[in-house]
């Protein structure tokens, strides 16, 4: 027996995945293009001679000093390609503006009314340098933090390379995200540069940014600079007014002229950006990584899982706000020279069929996205990507959240049964920012599961005391090997990224419930910890609770995520009131709206219950696995430590 609390909703699924019902075989002609044709000897050679892989996969990047070693490695510390000097703004322009694909197209930008502009590598360069000549004139340099609070524009992407090209350490915030959130991150990271957009759009509707802003850094004296990227205003848009000397435009503070900022140099173990996430704990967790490593792990698995190659035309539906947009919009593709499609929007408005127009437009060979918008698209029936021409695209990722069989089998069968092409799953978070465990195409899919580790990645699945399970057995999900691609620290705090090494002594814990089949498929079920997965989003229950007690009416709160059709998870909270608050009309509504200023949109409970006291250990601590049982009508499990 597992010593690790299942709920019996997981232990049901593992009990289905154990079944293995129909697997999707890869179909031939990808299996034969495939860049890592035979996985499993790939896989036993990375084992055997780990150096030797990360070698190998070092050379898809372009050095300016070659490394003396390929790694060293002492967990939980780790450091890669040692003595190697690089940059990755050269590695995704430079490199492609003098070798040949100066006229390609690097991204094609479309906005949620069909306005398109389109950026060849030798723009893209152009503008990427100008934007680094007047960072560096605003006083920015090698180490210094910017943080990037913009939706899927250009002016994100130009921004994020124009810090790498100065060595400086961009830190992009989810442009949905709220005051308490951006400030809080600002704080943390130390940014004396924020740059923002005005607006963006969602939904036909103008979302002003700017507020938040100026809300985040009102008091600040850290923040020296607000740079602005005005999009223009439209018809009933407040244009933005600048409130204070600190504050500069995107475009005015450039010089036509400049066409060339120098990139700097920077060591393999050098940061090339913080990204926070959702911890346990109410703080954001500042997940570092370096600059050699994510490149060379990035550059690699954009061909070798992701199989994009320089002719394709790409398309991922996530946002430069999360790591699949670092890593697989921005770092990964351009660093292959590939054409990357970019829509700022919701992937069903102004139609249910903008996605699949698109596609047959563009010619989209390869897509990623996540289980909640196929989901979505599940929802509005297979009629709409039947009405086009997608016998182009044949692939389909998807990632951040489990893959569930039905939606696996409909995407399959309405998104690539054009092409004959395939829908693969793939596992990795934050603080491993690519694949892990996913489906190759050359080798079947199972529904349900994501798939096998990844060469160089020795994936197990433990017991609560660190002891291998059998297959059938769900358990946490840990990696014995560190990965180049892989978190160096916390920002600002150590401490907090050796924990996750000494949860269990010599493995990476990922937090994560994960089993494995007879023939070492890996299932993920969800988290171990008290994290949700809203849309694919990671949000910490702590976030929210912390959130709801600084509403003046709330005395306690707890939350927890609950089965969604379409999302994964939606949260519910419970709130106790104050002494002398009365639960009147308008309060969960008047708590609803606090959340979503204080930490955005997605944190925003669906449900919030008013009770008189919430189920607690004699510690004093809330049980949440208590709520949440009770909620699904399952056995709460041992009650003996609660208080009452
Ligand atoms: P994030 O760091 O926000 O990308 O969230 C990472 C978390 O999302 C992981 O720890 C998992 O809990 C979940 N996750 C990501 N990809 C998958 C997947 N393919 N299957 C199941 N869960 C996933």
């Given at each position: ?6 709920t ?46 990360w ?8 050095w ?23 940059n990755?703004s ?31 590598y030798?723009?893209?360069?152009r ?7 007047a ?15 913009m ?10 390379l124009?810090?790498?090209r ?7 915030v ?8 951006l400030?809080?991150r ?14 963006t759009?969602?939904?036909?509707k ?13 008091d ?17 848009d ?12 995107f ?8 066409i ?12 090339l950006?913080?990204l926070?996430t959702?911890?346990t704990?109410?703080?954001p ?26 002719q ?18 921005v ?13 700022e ?12 127009e698109?596609?047959?437009r563009?010619?989209v ?27 182009r695209?044949r ?12 939606a ?22 934050t603080?491993?920012?690519g ?32 002891e291998p ?11 014995r ?17 050796l ?52 509403h003046p ?23 106790v009131?104050r ?23 997605i ?25 949440k ?16």
């Amino acid at each position: 027996m597992t010593d690790i609390q299942l709920t019996e909703s997981q232990q049901a699924a593992i009990r289905a995945l154990m079944r293995d019902e129909g697997v999707i075989p890869p179909p031939l002609h990808l299996a034969r293009n495939a860049v890592l044709r035979n996985d499993q000897v790939e896989r036993d050679r990375a084992l055997r001679d780990p150096d030797g892989f990360w070698r190998e996969q070092a050379a898809g990047v372009e050095w300016m000093t070659p490394f003396s070693e390929v790694s060293r490695i002492e967990p939980p510390e780790h450091q890669w390609f040692t003595g190697g000097k690089l940059n990755a703004s050269a590695n995704c322009l430079d490199r492609h503006v003098h070798g040949g694909r100066r006229n390609t197209a690097a991204l094609i930008w479309i906005g949620e009314d069909g306005e398109e502009h389109t950026y060849t590598y030798a723009r893209l360069y152009r503008e990427v340098n100008r934007f680094a000549n007047a960072l560096k004139r605003l006083g920015v340099g090698k180490g210094d933090r910017v943080v990037v609070y913009m939706p899927l524009v250009p002016e994100g992407i130009i921004t994020m390379l124009a810090c790498a090209r100065l060595g400086a350490i961009h830190s992009v915030v989810y442009a949905g995200m709220g005051t308490q959130a951006l400030r809080s991150r600002i704080e943390d990271s130390g940014a004396r540069i924020v740059v923002c957009s005005d607006y963006t759009f969602r939904r036909g509707k103008s979302i002003p940014l700017k507020p938040t802003v100026d809300e985040s850094v009102r008091d600040s004296a850290q923040v020296e600079w607000v740079v602005v990227h005005r999009r223009g205003s439209r018809p009933g848009d407040e244009p933005v007014s600048f409130e204070s000397e600190r504050e500069v435009d995107f475009y005015d503070i450039q010089e036509a002229g400049e066409i060339h900022c120098e990139p700097e140099p920077m060591d393999a173990e050098d940061p090339l950006f913080i990204l926070y996430t959702s911890g346990t704990t109410g703080r954001p967790k500042g997940v570092v990584h370096a600059t050699g490593g994510y490149m060379v792990g990035v550059t690699y698995l954009a061909r070798a899982f992701y199989q994009i190659g320089d002719q394709d035309i790409y398309w991922s539906t996530s946002d430069i706000g999360w790591i699949v947009g670092h890593s697989f919009i921005v770092y990964g593709p351009l660093s292959i020279g590939a054409t990357v499609l970019v829509r700022e929007g919701v992937p069903d408005y102004p139609s249910a069929d903008v996605t699949w127009e698109l596609c047959e437009r563009f010619g989209v060979n390869v897509m990623f996205t996540a289980p909640t918008a196929v989901r979505m698209w599940m929802s509005h029936g297979p009629d709409a990507p039947g009405r086009y021409d997608l016998s182009r695209l044949r692939l389909v990722a998807c990632a951040g959240e489990p893959l569930n069989p039905e939606a696996h089998r409909w995407a399959q069968r309405n998104l690539v049964g054009q092409s004959d092409g395939m829908v693969v799953d793939n596992w990795w978070q934050t603080e491993i920012a690519g694949p892990v465990l996913g489906t190759l195409p050359t080798f079947e899919a199972r529904p349900g599961k994501v798939g096998k580790p990844m060469p160089g990645v020795v994936a197990d699945v433990v017991s609560k005391d660190g002891e291998p399970l059998p297959a059938g057995q769900g358990g946490l999900l840990v990696l014995r090997r560190p990965l180049p691609y892989m978190l160096r620290t916390v920002w600002g705090d150590h401490a907090r990224y050796l924990k996750y090494w000494e949860q269990l002594p010599g493995m990476y814990t990922a937090g994560d419930i994960a089993v494995r089949d007879n023939d070492g498929y890996f299932a993920v079920l969800g988290r171990a910890d008290d994290v949700m997965n809203v849309a694919g989003h990671r949000i910490g229950t702590a976030d929210v609770e912390g959130s709801l007690v600084r509403h003046p009416s709330v005395g306690e709160a707890a939350v927890i995520g609950l089965p969604d059709p379409v999302k994964g998870e939606r949260i519910k909270a419970f709130v106790v009131l104050r002494k002398g608050v009365e639960a009147g009309p308008g309060l969960v509504a008047s708590l609803k709206d606090h959340v979503r200023q204080d930490l955005g949109p997605i944190a925003q409970p669906s449900e919030i219950e008013v009770r008189e006291s919430l189920p607690k250990t004699r510690s004093g601590k809330i049980v949440r696995r208590y709520l949440k049982a009770i909620e699904l009508g399952e056995d709460p499990g041992d009650l003996s430590t609660l208080a009452d």
